[in-house]
T-cell receptor, first 113, second 115 residues
C-alpha cells in the first residue's frame, strides 16, 4: 500500500537538543496527524492538523500542515529522555467516498546519554 | 474509562492453529481497524470496518479474518494460512469525517508469537 515519505528514519540526539522530522507525499491530504509510540504500546495522538498552513503546539511539540497540503513537519524543542520513542505521521484524505489514512514508516528518536 | 481494549496482551500460537485477538471499544466509534507491526517497522493495515456487518480488506489481509457483529467489537482471527504471524497487532477506531479529520485512536496492542 501507499506510504508517506517520513524522514529521518532515526535520530540520535543529545538531551536538550531540538528535533525536527517531516513527512512528504505527492498526494494532497485533508488532515495530518502525528503520533508517538513507546515500546510495546499503541501509538498515542500528539497533534492533529486540519487546515493548510496551520501551526499547532502541544507543550514542547510544534507541528505544521504544509501550505501545499502535501507535507507536514513536527518539531520537539529541548528534548528530554522521555521523548524517546517512534514518531509516526499519518495523512487523511477522502478517496472513493471513504476516508483513507496513509502512514509514514516512523522516525525513531534515541537520546544519547 | 473510555477507550479501546485489546486482549490478550501476549499470545503464543502453535503451528497450524487459529487464534483470535479481541478488540472492544466504548467510544461509540463507527469504524474499527486492525494493523500489523513488525519489529522496527511501521503500521500495515489488515482489515477495517466502517459499519456493523461490513468490513474490507486492507493491504495485508491474506491469512486473516474478521467479523463485526457489534459496533463495539472487531475480533481478528489469525488463521493457519498466515505463514509468518509473529508480530505486534494493533486495533484502532474512529468516526471518519471532515469534522474529526479521521483522527484514529489505538488500543495497547497484542503480541502474537508462533512457537
Amino acid at each position: 500500500g501507499q506510504q508517506l515519505n517520513q524522514s529521518p528514519q532515526s535520530m540520535f540526539i543529545q538531551e536538550g537538543e531540538d528535533v525536527s522530522m517531516n513527512c512528504t507525499s505527492s498526494s494532497i491530504f485533508n488532515t495530518w496527524l502525528w503520533y508517538k509510540q513507546e515500546p510495546g504500546e499503541g501509538p498515542v495522538l500528539l497533534i492533529a492538523l486540519y487546515k493548510a498552513g496551520e501551526l499547532t503546539s502541544n507543550g514542547r511539540l510544534t507541528a505544521q500542515f504544509g501550505i501545499t497540503r502535501k507535507d507536514s513537519f513536527l518539531n520537539i524543542s529541548a528534548s528530554i529522555p522521555s521523548d524517546v520513542g517512534i514518531y509516526f505521521c499519518a495523512g487523511s484524505r477522502l478517496m472513493d467516498s471513504n476516508y483513507q489514512l496513509i502512514w509514514g514508516a516512523g522516525t525513531k528518536l534515541i537520546i544519547k546519554p | 474509562d473510555g477507550g479501546i481494549t485489546q486482549s490478550p496482551k501476549y499470545l503464543f500460537r502453535k503451528e497450524g492453529q487459529n487464534v483470535t485477538l479481541s478488540c472492544e471499544q466504548n467510544l461509540n466509534h463507527d469504524a474499527m481497524y486492525w494493523y500489523r507491526q513488525d519489529p522496527g517497522q511501521g503500521l500495515r493495515l489488515i482489515y477495517y470496518s466502517q459499519i456493523v456487518n461490513d468490513f474490507q480488506k486492507g493491504d495485508i489481509a491474506e491469512g486473516y479474518s474478521v467479523s463485526r457483529e457489534k459496533k463495539e467489537s472487531f475480533p481478528l482471527t489469525v488463521t493457519s494460512a498466515q505463514k509468518n504471524p509473529t508480530a505486534f497487532y494493533l486495533c484502532a477506531s474512529n468516526n471518519p469525517g471532515l469534522n474529526s479529520g479521521n483522527t484514529i485512536y489505538f488500543g495497547e496492542g497484542s503480541w502474537l508469537t508462533v512457537v
